[in-house]
């Protein structure tokens, strides 16, 4: 009950942050949008899909994952930025729960996360994707722990680091293999097999696989719920880490 | 209110391939009475800011015990956390949010109900007179109207205990003066404060008792008044070249009624000796008989600054 009441306080402030400063909108969906209009077409001859409907049927499910991956590992700076300014000491002096001061954050930057996923798939509608609600519903649920997960574990380590300079490069490093070996610009399904070898222990390859799984409407594909479980599993383990660093002493 | 024993702790820091350890508090002892204003004095390093984080659970403590507004530091931070309240060193507030919603989320970490938090918002924004910029971001506010939010957040709980971490640094002298009367006001409403400062004159005029420390030890507690009296007697600068400093030293070192002498380094010599008034025609004869430029004579009261000198050995000011 405390937890609740201490999550959504932290949340409902978050979020008001958030929202007086709407850039933030543009900002986050620009990229992706960019990705869809001057990118995707190329993937219909290279990809050799029958239509562009279905080469945005592989690229949109991917492109969404990699926007909660990367828009959560980033979430770390905001965080430094308040230790700087001493926020965080000042709540860790009254009896908030720990955990609330993390999933407050986090919770902000799903739902963040999730008002850009529905701006792309609105636009992706337009350039003839068409996927069932459930599924789509289904594969937000995954791409939500995806980007609790990764802002979870970007405010532990930056709750470890305290700096952007060492934040930036450490969370670049990690990004970029993660990027490359999960198949989100191009399926996997191109790559030779000691790639796909090593693809198999990027947890964000399966959670890829199932989200593409899920939009072409093949909900009992044995990777849905194998992505789930492998990001669902690893959440809560993001969560269980960053929000011991929260209780931890902080500088 | 707060009753401490021994409190410890020791920090690793690495340099190159060396781990050393630093003991930035080396069991301190402190018993402050409710409702006085106490001050922790002592230069930057001391250990001050180490030991107000660990009474306020910021840190553990490696070793000893504490007692504060009743509650057991180490076994129920929990419980301490509830009755204190804090106020960091370096700030505390979003440039993006207003005061008044500060304010209201504070209370409400605090567990305090919506309606009851606005209320109390409303109260403390009257108290520290910030009423008018309520509404506006924090990051428009000067150093002053700042430091005054930062406080109302730290007793908007209405604690029992307040901590405060060198509550005037960099503040101008008006304000500064505006930050006393603000703390003094807090003693008034019945809470015990805290504070700790590296400047003398901020210790001596607004702390009703104070504690020295030096190198992570308490090496003097007690009122004001009563520091600068153990220390018995006056202080008499005599201004001198730097030749008959050396020459007015040997003469004067053996007057019985100076009980010390220091050479200053810009040439001239501290005197300490029980009464000033009678000293000053005896060692102006002295000095003038031997034929000595004396170039100016001055009677100070011990200071909070000599009382540091003669327990560390060196100047607050110059370490």
């Keep these: ?251 | 209110m707060i009753e401490t024993r021994g409190l410890r702790k020791s920090f690793r820091s690495r340099a190159g391939r060396e781990t050393k350890t630093v003991d930035a508090v080396r069991g301190v002892d402190l018993d402050v009475a409710a409702g006085e204003i106490f001050g922790f004095l002592g230069p930057n390093g001391a250990g001050k800011t180490t030991t107000l984080r660990m009474l306020a659970t910021l840190i553990e403590p490696d070793g000893g015990q504490a007692t504060i507004a009743g509650a057991d530091l180490l076994k129920d931070p929990g419980e301490v956390r509830r009755r204190i309240g804090y106020v960091a060193q370096g700030g505390s507030t979003w440039d993006e949010s207003t005061a008044r919603e500060e304010l209201v989320l504070q209370a409400r970490l605090y567990g305090i109900s919506k309606v009851e938090a606005q209320r109390r918002a409303v109260r403390a924004l009257e108290a520290f007179q910030l009423t008018e910029f309520a509404d506006r971001k924090c990051k428009t506010y000067s150093g002053g109207q700042r430091r005054r939010v930062e406080i109302a957040l730290g007793i908007i709980h209405e604690p029992k205990i307040v901590f405060l971490d060198e509550p005037t640094t960099g503040l101008d002298p008006q304000s500064r003066a505006h930050m006393w009367d603000e703390i003094r006001r807090l003693r008034t409403e019945g809470m015990t404060v805290f504070i700790t400062t590296h400047y003398l004159d901020e210790a001596d005029a607004l702390c009703d008792r104070i504690a020295i420390m030096d190198h992570g030890e308490v090496v003097a507690e007690g009122t004001p008044a009563d520091l600068k009296r153990e220390i018995s007697g006056d202080v008499v600068q005599v201004g001198l070249d730097l030749v008959a400093t050396g020459e007015a030293e040997k003469l004067l070192a053996a007057e019985e009624y100076i009980s010390r002498l220091e050479r200053l380094d810009e040439g001239g010599l501290r005197l300490f000796v029980d009464e000033g008034a009678t000293a000053i025609p005896r060692i102006l004869r002295r000095v003038d008989g031997a034929g000595l430029d004396l170039k100016s004579i001055e009677l100070h009261r011990p200071s909070l600054d000599d009382v540091f000198l003669t327990k560390t050995g060196r100047s607050l000011r110059e370490s």
Excluded: C
């Excluded at chain 1, 993937?43 to 050799?48: D, E, S, V």
């Excluded at chain 1, 230790?83 to 954050?105: F, H, K, Q, Y």
């Excluded at chain 1, 963040?112 to 350039?127: H, P």
């Design chain 1, 1 to 251: 009950m405390k937890l609740a009441r201490d999550t959504w306080l932290i949340f409902q402030r978050q979020l008001h942050l958030l929202l007086r400063n709407p850039v933030w909108v543009f900002v986050g969906v620009f990229q992706p949008v960019m990705y869809l209009l001057l990118f995707a077409p190329l993937l219909k001859p290279a990809l050799n899909a029958p239509t562009q409907a279905e080469a945005y049927k592989i690229f949109v499910p991917g492109l969404l994952v990699l926007l909660a991956i990367f828009g959560g590992l980033f979430q770390g700076f905001g965080l430094i930025a308040e230790l700087r300014a001493g926020v965080i000491e000042r709540s860790r002096v009254t009896p908030v729960s720990r955990l609330a001061l993390l999933l407050g954050r986090s919770l902000r930057d799903v739902v963040s996360l999730l008002v850009q996923a529905v701006i792309i798939t609105l636009l992706a509608l337009l350039f003839d994707l068409r996927v069932f609600i459930g599924d789509l519903l289904l594969a937000y649920l995954l791409l939500a722990l995806i980007a609790l997960m990764t802002s979870a574990v970007s405010y532990g380590v930056a709750l470890k680091v305290k700096s952007e300079d060492a934040l930036a490069p450490l969370m670049n490093t990690v990004a970029q293999p993660v990027l490359l070996l999960s198949g989100i610009l191009l399926p996997l399904a191109f790559a030779p097999g000691w790639l796909q070898g090593i693809a198999k222990w990027n947890p964000f390859s399966w959670a890829v696989d199932g989200t593409r799984a899920l939009f072409s409407g093949d909900i009992s594909n044995d990777r849905v719920w194998q992505g789930l479980t492998i990001i669902t599993v690893l959440a809560a383990a993001g969560v269980f880490w960053a929000a011991r660093q929260f209780a931890r002493s902080v500088r």
